[in-house]
């Protein structure tokens, strides 16, 4: 199994990154496939998720902490076993390492996380 985030760097605040993650190994679309971030000195926090295409858990749908809602937008697509994560409005606070996530069947994956610095 192999989650590859791409997409992260350096943007002033106001801006936007695309995030993206690369799945491999698994039935991609059978898994719930989230963004978790980790700012330094903090825990790790859900960000967004999206649910699978085959009911393996029972969310449905996509979902988006509150600090992000309105701003984040969460998508995937199945054929290219690629989730996304646009971020737009981006703030200082958004700075964190960005981390991917598939759930499902009792498993958990975790890609090496993308830097997200916004900064001017």
């Known amino acids: 199994v192999q989650l590859v985030e791409s997409g992260g760097g350096l943007v002033q605040p106001g801006g936007s990154l695309r995030l993206s993650c690369a799945a491999s190994g698994f039935t991609f679309s059978s898994y719930v496939m989230s963004w978790f971030r980790q700012a330094p000195g903090k825990e790790r926090e859900l960000v967004a998720f999206?649910?699978?295409?085959?009911?393996?858990?029972?969310?449905?749908?996509?979902n988006y902490a509150g600090s992000v809602k309105g701003r984040f937008t969460i998508s995937r697509d199945n054929a290219k076993n690629t989730v996304y994560l646009q971020m737009n409005s981006l703030k200082p606070e958004d700075t964190a390492v960005y981390y991917c996530?598939?759930?499902?069947?009792?498993?958990?994956?975790w890609g090496q996380g993308t830097q997200v610095t916004v900064s001017s």
């Open positions: 996530n598939a759930k499902g069947y009792g498993s958990s994956w």
């Open positions: 999206i649910a699978s295409a085959g009911g393996s858990t029972s969310y449905t749908g996509t």
